[in-house]
């Protein structure tokens, strides 16, 4: 059975980091691009960062970059997300996605898998 399954949420203080996880099981993980969302309170969900199925190619969000770092383990079949200098504006639920295409793409519609999601709190 396909799963993704994030982990490594939290709550956090503003400056402070976290790093969360995607564990992948039953599909081969290596056909599969990998993405991160969000969704805040209220808020539609966004594409957060992307990373291609051999980590050759990375995408971040203009209101991520400098600070997240995407990169992928396909021996382990995961996806990790380092989050830098959080700000409270990063408050939301965080959702992995696989897409079974190579490349980099922000859209929800070319992801057909779906985690469950993880929670991250910023806030003092």
């Known amino acids: 059975q396909l799963q993704l399954v994030e982990s490594g949420g939290g709550l956090v203080q503003p400056g402070g980091s976290l790093r969360l996880s995607c564990a992948a099981s039953?599909?081969?993980?290596?056909?599969?691009?990998i993405g991160w969302f969000r969704q805040a309170p209220g808020k539609e969900r966004e594409g957060v960062s992307c990373?291609?199925?051999?980590?050759?190619?990375?995408y971040y969000a203009d209101s991520v970059k400098g600070r997240f770092t995407i990169s992928r383990d396909n021996a382990k079949s995961t996806v990790y997300l380092q989050m830098n200098t959080l700000r409270p504006e990063d408050t939301a639920v965080y959702y992995c996605?696989?897409?079974?295409?190579?490349?980099?793409?922000?859209?929800?519609?070319?992801?057909?898998?779906w985690g469950q999601g993880t929670r991250v709190t910023v806030s003092s």
């Open positions: 039953g599909f081969t993980f290596n056909y599969y691009t």
């Open positions: 990373i291609s199925r051999r980590a050759s190619m990375t």
């Open positions: 996605a696989a897409g079974a295409f190579d490349g980099l793409s922000d859209r929800e519609s070319v992801y057909s898998q």
